[in-house]
Every structure is written in C-alpha cells, then in structure tokens.
C-alpha cells in the first residue's frame, strides 16, 4: 500500500467508510519527490500505480539529474505506463480528460 501525496478521486469516494481511497477509485495520483525518497516514486510507486490502474501518475521530482522536471504518465498496461509529457519546471503541462487543464510548473520549488 502506498499513500500519495495527492490523489483525485470521485466525491462520492470520499463519502465511503474509511479512512483511505482505493487505488482502483484514483483518476490522478501526485508525488513529490524528497531527496530521500526520489527512486522510491521513481520506480516502485510508478510500478504500483500503474499495476493498480490509476489513469494519470504525476511525478514532480525537483531531484531529477540534470533539471527539476514534471512528467505525467498515463496509459497503464501491465503494470507499466506510457510517458505521456515531461517538461522542465517552468513549462506549462497539459492535464488531458477528465481534468483538461494546463499546469504552470514556474512557481514548483526546485529542491
């Protein structure tokens, strides 16, 4: 079980008993990296999301070699998902259905 830094999920999840929203219920889970914690959302939460079948993983990792970068996956099959963007903290990302909106990463903290 892994727990998100944020999930998006239905309203009428959150009205379930219980204090967690299953994996299957997420349209979109968001983790933020620490330096601690990068290659544990870099692989083993990008695995077990896309084993769950969560739509949309969006990564924000401002420990990236090289640059801070925003990648969202999507697609998942297999337990494995598709790169579906990365951009460079600064650039705008495009959030597609059910959520069709842009996110300006200008204003993420780079680590």
Do not use: C, Q
Request: proline content about 9%; hydrophobic content about 40%.
């Amino acid at each position: 079980m892994f727990i998100p830094d944020l999930v998006v999920a239905p309203e009428a999840v959150l009205n379930e008993p219980g204090h967690y929203i299953p994996a299957t219920a997420a349209e979109l889970v968001v983790e933020i990296t620490a330096k601690s914690n990068a290659n544990h959302d870099r692989v083993e939460k990008l695995h077990g999301y896309a084993t769950a079948g969560v739509p949309l993983y969006l990564l924000l990792d401002s420990w990236h070699t090289g640059r801070p970068t925003a990648t969202l996956y999507g697609e998942p099959k297999n337990g494995m998902y598709r790169v579906l963007d990365t951009v460079k903290y600064g650039e705008e990302l495009r959030l597609p259905a059910p959520f069709d909106l842009t996110i300006d990463t200008s204003e993420f903290p780079a680590g």
